[in-house]
């Protein structure tokens, strides 16, 4: 749902910055001195507002609003981290080795068997570990990933493949252009070549008498 409200205005920096007082507990009297003496909430409450400041009402709005999905959301990102980090440990433990976007991928496959009841707790070391009914989830999880992961190597070596013919086209050019230049400095010592190249002959009778004087019968 889109929020509106004075503190909803107020640009992102700002707003995460308040939703960090707030979850630090900062008196709601030191929070409102802060945020209204700010240059850019002025001019905000200025335009939008009549001057109005923002006032502990709307500072316990946003309390249970704005600032609950805040919370939310980072719970969101913690778990997240958590479970990326538990991806990783057991990719590398099964001999895998997961890119940065399997990682994300694991991870989401990871919160499905968090869904479905399964949670992470610590070990005695403080590595997270799952526990809960659903590790039959977890292994079918990890196994999709693993798949996901050989498929991306597969188009890494191809590409790396493809990459290589590039490179040798590329060279075998270089070296066409080479011989094309050399050919030429040659054609043009040779008297009876350059002055067929320099004939009013038209273009393609031009082409077809070098031709015949230089490669002969190969021509």
Same mark, same amino acid.
């Given at each position: 749902?889109?929020?509106?409200?004075?503190?909803?205005?107020?640009?992102?920096?700002?707003?995460?910055?308040?939703?960090?007082?707030?979850?630090?507990?900062?008196?709601?009297? %030191?929070?409102?001195?802060? +945020?209204?003496?700010?240059?850019?909430?002025? =001019?905000?409450?200025?335009?939008?507002? /009549?001057? =109005?400041?923002?006032?502990?009402?709307?500072?316990?709005?946003?309390?249970?609003?704005?600032?609950?999905?805040? *919370? =939310?959301?980072?719970?969101?990102?913690?778990? +997240?981290? &958590?479970?990326?980090?538990?991806?990783?440990?057991?990719?590398?433990?099964?001999?895998?080795? *997961?890119? $940065?976007?399997?990682?994300?991928?694991?991870?989401?496959?990871?919160?499905?068997?968090?869904?479905?009841?399964?949670?992470?707790?610590?070990?005695? =070391?403080?590595?997270?570990?799952?526990?809960?009914?659903?590790?039959?989830?977890? +292994?079918?999880?990890?196994?999709?990933?693993?798949?996901?992961?050989?498929? /991306?190597?597969?188009?890494?070596?191809?590409?790396? $493949? +493809?990459?290589?013919?590039?490179?040798?086209?590329?060279? $075998?050019?270089?070296?066409?252009?080479? *011989?094309?230049?050399?050919?030429?400095?040659?054609?043009?010592?040779?008297?009876?070549?350059? &002055?067929?190249?320099?004939?009013?002959?038209?273009? %393609?009778? &031009?082409?077809?008498?070098?031709?015949?004087?230089?490669?002969? %019968?190969?021509?």
């Amino acid at each position: 749902m889109a929020r509106t409200g004075k503190i909803a205005r107020l640009p992102l920096a700002i707003r995460e910055e308040l939703n960090e007082r707030l979850r630090d507990n900062h008196s709601g009297n %030191d929070i409102l001195t802060w +945020v209204n003496a700010l240059p850019i909430t002025q =001019e905000i409450l200025q335009k939008q507002f /009549a001057s =109005e400041p923002i006032s502990d009402a709307n500072l316990s709005v946003w309390r249970q609003g704005g600032f609950a999905e805040w *919370l =939310e959301d980072q719970e969101k990102v913690h778990k +997240v981290q &958590k479970l990326s980090e538990l991806s990783l440990r057991l990719a590398k433990a099964s001999g895998g080795n *997961l890119s $940065e976007g399997l990682l994300a991928i694991a991870a989401g496959k990871l919160q499905e068997a968090l869904e479905a009841g399964a949670e992470i707790d610590t070990d005695e =070391e403080g590595n997270p570990i799952l526990t809960g009914p659903s590790l039959d989830k977890l +292994v079918t999880a990890l196994a999709k990933v693993r798949g996901m992961e050989l498929e /991306a190597q597969k188009l890494e070596v191809k590409r790396i $493949e +493809v990459t290589q013919k590039g490179q040798a086209l590329d060279l $075998e050019t270089r070296k066409f252009n080479h *011989l094309r230049v050399k050919s030429f400095i040659e054609w043009m010592a040779d008297e009876e070549a350059k &002055k067929i190249a320099t004939s009013d002959l038209a273009t %393609d009778a &031009k082409l077809e008498a070098l031709g015949q004087y230089l490669f002969q %019968d190969a021509w």
